[in-house]
């Protein structure tokens, strides 16, 4: 067997060991272009996790890597004048070129030949070999020859970043949050070697151009380092290796292989340095296609092994990559709006691989004091004693206006599709009253629909009736009399999402009969098969705005604590928001001012007749994930001017507008929009989407992406999900008093 490995970094080199230990008859050659004992950058880090994988691998090359470490287990924030320690990480640091040299040699040991000076622009004399591995870095040439069977996505971020070295020793791995005339400066810091630190620093264009950085050269850019980080650098002097201002380049591939070229390393992904995941994922790759070749009896099946084996873990790891990223090229958003207690822990979880609870496990001391932190100010907010006993942040009081919610969870507002001409029974007694006695803080009733016309299906609840108050008001008073919980309702009106089959019978399928006229901006339907809708003129705007009045007013007979206003998902008022589904010409189109028009015009009629000691919450999808449609940016300016008219709280949603969506799922995938909004708009926010743990909900509040977290299959999976949470954290959650034989009860398992 005959092996090319194009580029001689971490990827190849170890991928060559790994092969050649298997199959020590094979020739495996490694080709570089730099000379020997070149390289760019200086130090490399891996987790404790990640060596425990190269022990097995090689243990002759780990031996060797361990011995020529730094360790460390602490994280240093250095933010407005306060140091802040997390510990127990467990972290180490290697020089980036001694890596090499210990797997150059190791390679060479086992007999790769490994080759210098030789840059590679065409892989024509390795076309007869039985595989190519390119493995030649973030501009890879074999890659780009190839990019279109590749499927090569690169993303230039927009940050700019420097790369250098200092002799400054850091016994943890230190962030400096610098500020100066020219604007913020983050630094990531941590040695690597005796009297050798690496010290990357990262700045937004904008700043990086104010300080006059984008004309300055090596020599410059450093001289105004070494000014702007004096004091951290304690008389230490900032060391430059081809240190240029560079924009990190977000590197993924559809497609693994092509023939007999398999993709490695930065040429196939990449990850940003945030999480110091480059180097990992790079070794790691190199031990997935071993094991696939040895695993697999052709090469081709051992390329669709390695592809379909390590892509999952790759994603995952871009996924978490990405959003630490994204935390750090937005740091301006969390500088001087969080308390610095607040903004380390938001920092520290940025990338949502850390938790609460794992953080808890590495550093109890560290999240008891933010337990504390948090507990004390959510007092002070709720105008409630500070608590006595140890209090997860998930169990701190929040006040809206008049109404203190106990605790943070919420229950989503769920379609049920069980109503009777919008009236509702026994089934929404028990579901809302079972998850409410569960221990959530708010409960908000499903969808409840306006007016007849304004139902998604036949079965949605709705709020238009004298009898539905009455069969509303029932519910209220058993969430009040048995529960320590708040009830809301969701008002909305599904536009040209109405007069469909329910959900059980085809979701967003139209009637088979019965159908009722929908409406909406313009005449678009929300899928082929829907109906058009009427483009709304003046009457029928007066009209709706009349029915929400009136539904408010209901919602207040009813007993209800909040009410919510729909402007999500593609009903009524979302559809207003969207330019994708809103084409109007006249004073209700065009502009987002424009578009924000009559949904605006429908809060204000809620609130006029909503008590002011009852707060409203807006739900709103933050993003149509759709080019050309509604964006972050405009939810944060509907959120400002909500806010500006006596809106208390937005829920934050995505989505669901427009049927050619391409969203981006994942954990939490929508918080960022919710802690966008929170911080730009100055405004409370729930979050909603794939939240699913304790750890989860304890990590959105204290990192201040939320302030409640809303969660929906979860509770329809356990409606005393809140419970059994206080249960697993310890925190003593009384049950109700019919119930007192369960204190002290510990199911068994098995």
């Not at 139902?455 to 539905?468: D, F, Q, S, V």
């Amino acid at each position: 067997m005959k092996i090319a490995c194009i580029g001689g970094g971490p990827a190849s080199l170890y991928f060559a060991i790994l092969m050649k230990k298997q199959r020590p008859e094979a020739t495996i050659r490694v080709v570089e272009r730099n000379p020997a004992n070149v390289t760019w950058g200086f130090g490399v880090v891996f987790s404790d996790a990640t060596m425990a994988n190269f022990a097995e691998a090689d243990p002759e090359s780990y031996r060797q890597i361990t011995e020529a470490f730094a360790h460390w287990d602490d994280i240093e924030t250095h933010y407005m004048g306060q140091v802040l320690v997390s510990r127990g990480h467990g972290f180490a640091g290697l020089s980036r070129l001694k890596l090499l040299q210990i797997l150059e040699a190791r390679a060479k040991d086992l007999g790769v030949e490994v080759v210098h000076d030789a840059n590679v622009t065409d892989i024509g004399e390795y076309r007869s070999w039985d595989l190519v591995v390119a493995g030649d870095g973030i501009n890879s040439v074999v890659r780009d020859q190839h990019k279109e069977h590749f499927g090569v996505d690169i993303d230039l971020r927009p940050n700019k970043f420097i790369w250098l070295g200092t002799t400054r020793p850091f016994g943890a791995f230190t962030f400096f949050f610098r500020e100066n005339e020219h604007g913020l400066f983050r630094s990531h810091c941590y040695q690597f070697e005796d009297g050798r630190s690496t010290f990357i620093i990262e700045c937004t264009e904008d700043t990086w151009r104010k300080a006059g950085l984008d004309r300055a050269d090596e020599a410059a850019s450093v001289a105004y380092c070494e000014r702007l980080y004096a004091a951290e650098l304690e008389g230490h002097p900032l060391i430059s290796n081809n240190s240029i201002w560079r924009s990190f380049p977000r590197v993924r591939n559809s497609r693994w292989h092509h023939g007999n070229v398999v993709l490695m390393g930065d040429a196939l992904h990449t990850a940003h340095f945030t999480i110091g995941s480059g180097t990992k994922l790079a070794m790691e790759d190199g031990i997935a296609l071993a094991a696939a070749i040895a695993a697999n009896p052709t090469l081709d099946s051992a390329l669709d092994a390695f592809e379909l084996h390590r892509r999952p873990v790759v994603d995952s790891l871009q996924r978490a990559s990405q959003v630490s990223m994204e935390w750090f090229e937005q740091t301006e958003r969390y500088h001087g709006r969080l308390d610095p207690v607040q903004f380390n822990f938001s920092m520290l979880t940025r990338s949502l691989r850390i938790t609460y609870d794992n953080l808890r496990l590495r550093d109890p001391e560290y999240v008891d004091g933010i337990e504390h932190w948090f507990a004390d100010m959510a007092a002070r907010q709720a105008g409630t004693p500070p608590p006595d006993r140890p209090t997860p942040p998930m169990f701190t009081p929040l006040r809206l206006r008049g109404m203190v919610l106990a605790n943070r969870v919420v229950v989503s507002p769920m379609c049920m599709y069980s109503a009777d001409d919008g009236t509702i029974g026994d089934f929404h007694l028990v579901h809302l009253g079972s998850r409410a006695m569960g221990g959530a803080g708010l409960v908000i009733a499903e969808m409840t629909d306006v007016s007849p016309e304004g139902r998604i299906t036949p079965g949605c609840a709705g709020l238009y009736k004298p009898e539905h108050a009455t069969a509303w008001k029932r519910v209220c008073d058993f969430v009040h009399a048995n529960s320590e919980a708040k009830i809301a309702v969701q008002l909305g009106h599904a536009g040209r999402k109405g007069s469909t089959r329910l959900i059980w019978d085809g979701m967003d399928q139209p009637l088979d009969h019965g159908n009722w006229p929908v409406m909406g901006p313009s005449p678009i339907a929300y899928r082929p098969a829907n109906q058009v809708p009427k483009a709304m003129d003046r009457a029928d705007m007066d009209k709706v705005l009349a029915d929400f009045a009136h539904a408010t007013r209901l919602a207040e007979q009813a007993g209800f604590d909040m009410v919510e206003v729909h402007f999500a998902h593609g009903y009524l008022l979302s559809t207003f928001l969207s330019p994708l589904t809103n084409h109007r010409t006249d004073e209700y189109g065009g502009s987002l001012e424009n578009r924000m028009r009559f949904p605006l015009e429908v809060f204000r009629a809620v609130r006029e007749v909503w008590p002011a000691a009852k707060p409203i919450s807006v739900r709103i999808s933050a993003t149509d994930w759709a080019e050309g449609g509604f964006t972050p940016e405009d939810g944060v300016e509907v959120a400002r001017r909500l806010k500006e008219l006596g809106c208390d709280i937005i829920d934050v949603s995505a989505g669901q507008v427009v049927a050619e969506q391409k969203p981006v799922y994942g954990r939490l995938f929508q918080t960022p929009f919710a802690d966008r909004i929170r911080l730009e708009a100055g405004i409370p926010t729930m979050t909603v989407g794939n939240v699913q743990s304790h750890a989860d909900v304890n990590t959105i509040l204290a990192a201040g992406r939320a302030d409640l977290c809303v969660l929906a299959r979860t509770h329809l999976f356990d409606p005393y999900w809140t419970r059994h949470a206080a249960a697993e954290q310890g925190y003593p959650m009384p049950w109700p008093k019919q119930y007192a034989s369960i204190d002290g009860f510990v199911p068994r398992s098995g």
